[in-house]
């Protein structure tokens, strides 16, 4: 379960990562000022609670004390507050003093009073649980009185909840949208230099003469763009190296193959001589296909406008042209026309091998143009046979070089096993693929999937 809801790229990995922080870090940032405000909202609490007790005990005092009783009972108390007169003072309660306590004596006793009005003893008692303070002031001893007077106060003392404020909601997710938004760019910025790194590799792998990596941003990204660079121009120096040793193999070979060709025409048996000039043959395909494929990754080619549809008809005319027995085999479906961006002479050459193997193996050749099924979907050609099919589990294995579908490495039954893998190299330079597949009413497919 873990390893399924944790996320494989590396970027969404270094987002929740820092998301995460940065919401943490905001959380605790957010828990120390709730403490702070908690303690401002006791000390006005505390304060606004002292000034609204000594009030109403300096209009009580003031008041005869005959009358004390009814005038207490027509003022109008603010919500949560409730007095009376009595003997004695609240009932003691089994709690420590709370801070808030502390509070309201500290600013009931910076009230300025003259010593006539000062009460004569001042009680505090806390309730945690009811959320409330009762407070007892004895009120200056009058020789009319027979027992002291005590104006005894219950307040309502809700707890402070400063995490309820709205301020605090909204800068909370004012603060964690700017978090998303800094990491949300943070990590594109990060991740961008990788994205790049991979899309140039990639782009590598299908032309080894792809344009080099700019090398800009900043010192460590510009390093491996560098040292990304230098191991292109080595495969390039590799490639260009394999290619002129096939040519010069290719060179070299020739004039010794035409000179036996010369050789082979004095011999007298016939039979003998045919043999001869057969493997002859032989030779001389197989290294003009092998300076065909070591051609293939240096090909520097420009890409232009290319009509699919002309280009595929025209592979298959040539065909009819080779082989006028199989015209009637050699069907085109498509549209009328259908334009990509392409190197002309190499794809041609790997419709054109694709349409080959088709017909040398499989008797026909049926080209199938697909246009893009929707914005951005890939051009699709398929290519299909009524042979007697592929071998089966080996279709991969049949791109690999000097590997055929035909054991038997007759001239009469295919070439020298290349063409398959000079195709599979041009399309993936083109930025597509090509994939065999047996087809279910029988023969072979090859399916061309090219960028639109």
């Given at each position: 379960m873990r390893l399924r809801l944790w996320p494989r790229s590396l970027a969404v990995r270094t987002a929740i990562i820092l998301?995460?922080?940065?919401?943490?870090?905001?959380?605790?940032?957010?828990?120390?000022?709730?403490?702070?405000?908690?303690?401002?909202?006791?000390?006005?609490q505390g304060r606004h609670l002292?000034?609204?007790v000594m009030e109403l005990y300096i209009t009580v005092a003031k008041t005869p004390p005959a009358q004390r009783a009814m005038a207490l009972r027509e003022l109008r108390l603010p919500a949560g507050l409730t007095a009376q007169l009595d003997s004695a003072p609240p009932a003691r309660l089994l709690v420590?003093?709370?801070?808030?306590?502390q509070l309201v004596r500290l600013n009931m006793a910076l009230v300025p009073l003259p010593p006539s009005l000062r009460p004569a003893e001042v009680v505090l008692l806390g309730s945690p649980a009811q959320e409330q303070m009762m407070i007892g002031l004895r009120l200056v001893d009058d020789p009319a009185l027979t027992e002291p007077q005590w104006l005894n106060v219950t307040a309502a003392l809700p707890a402070p909840r400063p995490w309820q404020e709205p301020d605090l909601l909204a800068a909370f997710l004012l603060m964690t949208a700017v978090a998303a938004a800094l990491t949300g760019w943070a990590v594109v910025r990060l991740s961008a230099p990788v994205a790049t790194l991979a899309a140039a590799a990639e782009q590598l792998g299908a032309d080894v003469n792809a344009a080099?990596?700019?090398e800009v941003g900043p010192s460590d990204v510009t390093a491996a763009a560098a040292a990304f660079n230098r191991m292109a121009a080595r495969l390039r120096r590799f490639v260009q190296d394999r290619t002129l040793l096939l040519a010069a193999i290719g060179h070299d070979l020739r004039t010794p193959i035409t000179r036996l060709r010369l050789r082979a025409e004095f011999v007298a048996d016939e039979e003998l001589r045919a043999k001869m000039l057969a493997d002859l043959d032989d030779l001389e395909a197989l290294v003009t296909a092998t300076l065909a494929f070591g051609r293939t990754a240096t090909s520097r080619e420009p890409a232009a406008p290319l009509d699919l549809a002309v280009l595929a008809r025209t592979l298959l005319d040539e065909a009819a042209d080779a082989r006028p027995e199989l015209a009637e085999r050699l069907v085109y479906d498509g549209p009328e026309h259908l334009t990509v961006r392409a190197r002309s002479m190499a794809l041609k050459r790997a419709l054109g091998n694709l349409v080959a193997n088709a017909i040398a193996y499989g008797g026909s050749a049926r080209i199938r143009l697909l246009?893009?099924?929707a914005a951005g979907a890939p051009v699709r050609i398929e290519i299909e046979d009524d042979g007697p099919g592929l071998p089966p589990g080996e279709t991969?294995?049949?791109f690999d070089p000097f590997r055929r579908g035909e054991e038997s490495r007759s001239r009469e039954t295919g070439g020298v096993g290349l063409g398959l893998t000079i195709a599979r190299d041009i399309l993936r330079a083109h930025g597509g693929e090509v994939t065999l597949a047996n087809r279910s009413e029988g023969g072979a497919r090859a399916s061309v999937?090219?960028?639109a």
């Open positions: 998301f995460t922080g940065l919401v943490l870090a905001q959380t605790v940032g957010l828990g120390i000022e709730t403490i702070g405000r908690a303690g401002l909202q006791r000390l006005e002292a000034l609204r420590s003093p709370l801070p808030v306590q080099p990596l700019a246009p893009p099924e991969e294995q049949l999937r090219l960028p």
